[in-house]
């Protein structure tokens, strides 16, 4: 046995007990009459004495000659520790250590393990499993895994079956690349791993399985960024004869259920807004609303008054920025640079300071009186002291930089607060996207989302107009979940299919399988699916979904430990009937 207890559980009531430990050494402090060592595993820290009244010679030299990270047995007594230690829970006691046996000898480790370590980024990826030893990266794996417990544990107790469904399946189109496999046994034929389970768990829903979910690995070949990993978890449910009332109840559950048991925190409204609402109010589809600083539309009030960069623009839209009056001509000029920004693309920014005295300054002053700056201040909420800043222009570019300001001014005034959540609904997106490039239209979910009742025939006339049955769950500012009611009916996604272009013969190609099933008495369904690696950031008090991973890929989607993506040999590539273009 190498051990009975670990290293983070003896307390004074084990004093005079022997106890045998085993773990990492952390640190060796050797003051001559006596050396310490602090012996760590996943569970804590335990402190070791080695003291020369009581400890034979050749085990204090022993101790001494401990390194960094060498794995070790020691069996000894638990005494009282002399120096208190109210830091960590072991800080009470020690070891006096009888026995030490060198389990594995370690090189030196290229960082510190340690809380506040001295490795970079790049080279704690490289060697990911030494980074897993520190506590901040080992304490967010097993809160992820606290998560994800909980998740099975409250869609099982509401009926959920866990169902597991293929990674390797047929490449369809869902809006984002493939990640292929060639098949060795088909020549010519690959698989493609899934972007999600969508058509597999419609089919469970053919299938009679009524609620099913999965904690699934989904792949997309999509840039990165740092909450997108090439290979990321979903938590993938899917309910039959259900409306969208219905799946809102369960997963709202879900989230309160979660709040409560992973941050203790009770939550007992989900606002709900339509996406038009949420593009209004705040420019963005998965708007953050801990704060305010919503937008307010200026049109009827700035235009008209001789003003021509306003005149021209179809929208003129402004928040106002609590307590920013008292910034200074630099400050604000630097602002304006922000928006000028090619990530953010504003040709300018106009502002109003609204004085404390209930006066107006702004750089439009030439164009516009007090009594109009009022109105300005009234539609934006501004207060004394606020600095309003208005963008103008197109409408759908305009709303989508002034919401970038609006989240850049929250993040430097310090109102994202991570121990703070706020739920919100966003319901009735777009069924359709048009892509201007080419005129035709795609679908901004995915091919099997539902039209709101009533609409389908929106389709032949107006088809930017219809609104899809789906609905996203927002927090703090980041969509953590989303889904919509299925089309269950074969004619229906004909109809739909031939909308997004697809030939009847692509269709059936693509989606033959899922249309013949439709044909066996397929029942009102619809699901969602939580990003796991983003909720669990957020409820961490996080919003980089890469801490919360064991193996993270890097910006270029590289695993720098494993070094992957790798070349394969040619007996290989030959077995998969493959050969590489090493011209182009």
């Known amino acids: 046995m190498y051990r009975d207890h670990n290293c983070g559980e003896l307390r004074e009531s084990d004093i005079d007990k022997s106890v045998t430990l085993s773990g990492w050494v952390q640190k060796v402090r050797d003051k001559g009459f006596v050396t310490w060592v602090d012996i760590r595993d996943r569970y804590g820290i335990t402190q070791l004495v080695f003291d020369e009244d009581r400890t034979p010679s050749e085990l204090i030299v022993q101790a001494r000659d401990l390194g960094r990270e060498y794995v070790i047995q020691i069996t000894g007594t638990v005494i009282e520790r002399a120096s208190k230690n109210p830091k960590i829970p072991t800080g009470n006691i020690e070891v006096l250590v009888k026995e030490l046996t060198v389990l594995n000898k370690s090189k030196t480790p290229p960082f510190t393990i340690e809380n506040d370590t001295d490795g970079g980024e790049d080279l704690r990826m490289k060697y990911r499993y030494l980074d897993i030893r520190r506590n901040p990266v080992k304490n967010n794996l097993i809160f992820r895994s606290k998560v994800t417990m909980e998740v099975r544990k409250y869609l099982s107790e509401q009926d959920f079956i866990e169902v597991e469904t293929p990674y390797l399946i047929k490449s369809t189109p869902e809006g984002a690349r493939d990640f292929v496999v060639p098949s060795r046994m088909n020549e010519g034929q690959f698989y493609a791993l899934p972007q999600s389970p969508q058509t597999f768990k419609q089919l469970l829903m053919v299938g009679g399985m009524d609620k099913y979910f999965q904690i699934v690995k989904c792949f997309r070949d999509e840039d990165l960024r740092a909450d997108r990993q090439p290979e990321?978890?979903?938590?993938?449910?899917?309910?039959?004869?259900?409306?969208?009332?219905?799946?809102?109840?369960?997963?709202?559950?879900?989230?309160?259920?979660?709040?409560?048991?992973?941050?203790g925190i009770e939550i007992d409204t989900f606002p709900r807004i339509t996406f038009d609402e949420a593009m209004r109010r705040f420019g963005n589809d998965k708007p953050d609303i801990r704060f305010g600083m919503e937008f307010g539309e200026l049109n009827a009030v700035a235009q008209h008054k001789e003003f021509d960069v306003f005149n021209s623009a179809e929208l003129v839209v402004?928040?106002?920025?609590?307590?920013?009056?008292?910034?200074?001509?630099?400050?604000?000029?630097?602002?304006?640079?922000?928006?000028?920004?090619?990530?953010?693309?504003?040709?300018?920014?106009?502002?109003?300071?609204?004085?404390?005295?209930?006066?107006?300054?702004?750089?439009?002053?030439?164009?516009?009186?007090?009594?109009?700056?009022?109105?300005?201040?009234?539609?934006?909420?501004?207060?004394?002291?606020?600095?309003?800043?208005?963008?103008?222009?197109?409408?759908?570019?305009?709303?989508t930089q002034l919401s970038a300001l609006r989240m850049?001014?929250?993040?430097?005034?310090?109102?994202?607060?991570?121990?703070?959540?706020?739920?919100?609904?966003?319901?009735?997106?777009?069924?359709?996207?048009?892509?201007?490039?080419?005129?035709?239209?795609?679908?901004?979910?995915?091919?099997?989302?539902?039209?709101?009742?009533?609409?389908?025939?929106?389709?032949?006339?107006?088809?930017?107009?219809?609104?899809?049955?789906?609905?996203?769950?927002?927090?703090?500012?980041?969509?953590?979940?989303?889904?919509?009611?299925?089309?269950?009916?074969?004619?229906?996604?004909?109809?739909?299919?031939?909308?997004?272009?697809?030939?009847p013969e692509e269709a059936k190609a693509q989606f033959g399988f899922l249309m013949d099933a439709?044909?066996?008495?397929?029942?009102?369904?619809?699901?969602?699916a939580f990003g796991l690696d983003r909720l669990v950031s957020i409820l961490g008090g996080q919003e980089t979904i890469r801490d919360f991973i064991a193996f993270p890929k890097n910006n270029s989607g590289r695993d720098v430990m494993i070094d992957a993506p790798a070349p394969i040999d040619d007996g290989q590539l030959k077995e998969l009937h493959l050969s590489l273009d090493t011209e182009s």
């Open 408 to 503: 850049e001014m929250a993040e430097r005034l310090e109102l994202r607060n991570p121990k703070e959540f706020a739920p919100l609904w966003v319901t009735d997106f777009p069924l359709l996207e048009l892509d201007e490039e080419t005129g035709n239209y795609h679908a901004m979910h995915h091919p099997f989302t539902s039209p709101k009742p009533g609409q389908m025939e929106l389709l032949e006339t107006d088809p930017g107009a219809v609104r899809a049955n789906a609905y996203d769950l927002v927090l703090n500012g980041n969509e953590i979940g989303g889904g919509s009611i299925r089309i269950h009916d074969k004619d229906m996604q004909r109809t739909m299919f031939k909308h997004l272009g697809f030939t």
């Open 518 to 528: 439709f044909q066996y008495g397929a029942p009102p369904h619809g699901g969602i």
């Open 318 to 399: 402004a928040i106002a920025i609590p307590g920013a009056a008292t910034y200074t001509r630099k400050q604000i000029d630097a602002l304006v640079d922000w928006v000028r920004r090619p990530q953010v693309g504003a040709k300018g920014m106009v502002y109003v300071k609204c004085n404390e005295d209930g006066t107006f300054k702004s750089s439009v002053d030439k164009f516009y009186d007090q009594e109009d700056l009022a109105q300005w201040a009234a539609i934006t909420r501004a207060q004394a002291g606020d600095l309003i800043c208005v963008l103008s222009g197109d409408a759908n570019t305009t709303r």
């Open 232 to 263: 990321f978890t979903q938590i993938d449910c899917e309910m039959a004869f259900v409306e969208q009332e219905d799946i809102l109840n369960v997963f709202e559950g879900l989230t309160k259920y979660l709040l409560k048991e992973i941050n």
